[in-house]
């Protein structure tokens, strides 16, 4: 009796060990001599000692950053570029059995794909284009982990930095840019100034009195200047004069 009594409390015991309080993010692959029977979880679950054993998977969204990497662009400029990816395990079975550590072989996955991707892209797409070498990051780095059962949600670019001698060259390139677009629009107003001087002109010598009145205006405002002289030539008829002479 005390044999059975001891058994009993040995097993009891034992099935004790492999109670497992499993909580909402997480789920328990489990295996039965090796071989892969399913997930458990969440809740109390019970693990058969000695027999089965189980493998904890956590399921929720991991923010891993990717660390600076030093790339070359399709224009051949060598950047520092550094990202964040977000991603999800989505089939604990396969990211148990495909992949020894998912977590660690999807950042190593990441920052290989991110030099390959920065890669076919020239500094100024990079610039310009984010959101697209965003999703395009996202799309192959998303296909290599797909195998392992983890979902890629989103690579986001954090920072991109060229060097020095690059930056002086933006920027001198951006002024001259200013400079065109400045020169360019101070044409056109000439232009269209030009355009608008020449209507007029041809409105006053059609009309004698409107070239007198305009000459008129031009004078007063040059007389409105401080010590101005002015000489005006009149016209003056002398043909009575030298009819009376004769």
Do not use: H
Not at 77 to 98: E, G, I, S, Y
């Amino acid at each position: 009796m005390e044999v059975l009594s001891g058994l009993f409390l040995l097993t009891a015991i034992t099935l004790a060990t492999g109670i497992r309080i499993v909580k909402e993010y997480d789920r328990l692959v489990v295996m039965r001599f090796g071989k892969v029977v399913g997930l458990r979880g969440p809740g109390f679950k019970l693990v058969v000692p000695f027999i089965e054993r189980a493998q904890k998977v956590d399921v929720r969204v991991i923010t891993m950053a990717i660390p600076t990497q030093d790339a070359i662009t399709k224009d051949n400029v060598m950047v520092k570029v550094n990202a964040v990816c977000f991603f999800q395990v989505v089939d604990p079975t396969r990211a148990v059995l495909k992949v020894q550590d998912p977590i660690e072989s999807t950042g190593q996955l990441a920052q290989a794909t991110l030099r390959n991707v920065i890669g076919r892209y020239s500094l100024d797409e990079l610039l310009v284009e984010r959101d697209q070498f965003n999703a395009r990051m996202k799309a192959a780095l998303d296909d290599d982990t797909e195998r392992w059962g983890i979902k890629v949600l989103s690579v986001e670019l954090k920072d991109l930095s060229v060097p020095e001698q690059m930056r002086r060259a933006m920027a001198r390139e951006a002024e001259a840019e200013r400079l065109r677009r400045a020169t360019v629009t101070n044409a056109e107003g000439e232009l269209q100034a030009a355009a608008k001087l020449a209507a007029a002109a041809d409105i006053i010598f059609a009309e004698p009195g409107a070239f007198q009145l305009r000459r008129l205006q031009c004078l007063m405002e040059v007389s409105q200047g401080k010590n101005t002289t002015m000489l005006i030539p009149t016209p003056i008829s002398i043909s009575g004069e030298t009819q009376s002479s004769d």
